[in-house]
């Protein structure tokens, strides 16, 4: 039986973009992206509390382990204005059970701090790649 060791590399970039809600004279609801921010969300503790996050909160799935799945796992989410977290969805997986596992990690980070643009909090898409790694 092979020994594993696990090795998780957290890629500490975070692609983003910036939904910001503008309102026509009809009232209707235009959403709009930009490509910076004055500010970017940050998860609780900023990112070095998000890589401890990771370490403790991150499990190699059993099934990645045995057919030896490697890859990074990108999940897509909104930072909305109270710093909750909406709309969180896998962009792209390598299957194994790595995919369930990055998505239950994101969920579970709780409340990060909103993104601002122009003094204003602003809803924010974030692109988050995690790398599953067996060492």
């Not at 990112?47 to 990771?54: A, E, I, K, V």
């Amino acid at each position: 039986m092979k020994n594993y060791k696990l090795t998780l590399v957290f890629i500490p970039l975070f692609l983003f973009l910036i939904g910001v809600e503008l309102k026509a004279q009809t009232g209707e609801t235009v959403e709009e992206q930009i490509e910076k921010l004055d500010v970017a969300p940050q998860p609780p503790g900023g990112f070095q509390g998000w890589t401890q996050y990771l370490i403790n909160s991150l499990k190699y799935p059993e099934k990645a382990q045995s057919k030896e799945i490697e890859g990074t796992v990108i999940v897509s989410f909104i930072v909305e204005k109270d710093g909750s977290l909406s709309d969180i969805e896998l962009m792209r997986g390598i299957g194994g059970g790595c995919d369930e596992e990055a998505l239950r990690v994101v969920k579970g980070s709780g409340k990060w701090s909103p993104g601002e643009m122009n003094g204003s909090i602003v809803r924010t898409r974030m692109r988050l790649p995690i790398r599953f790694k067996l060492g």
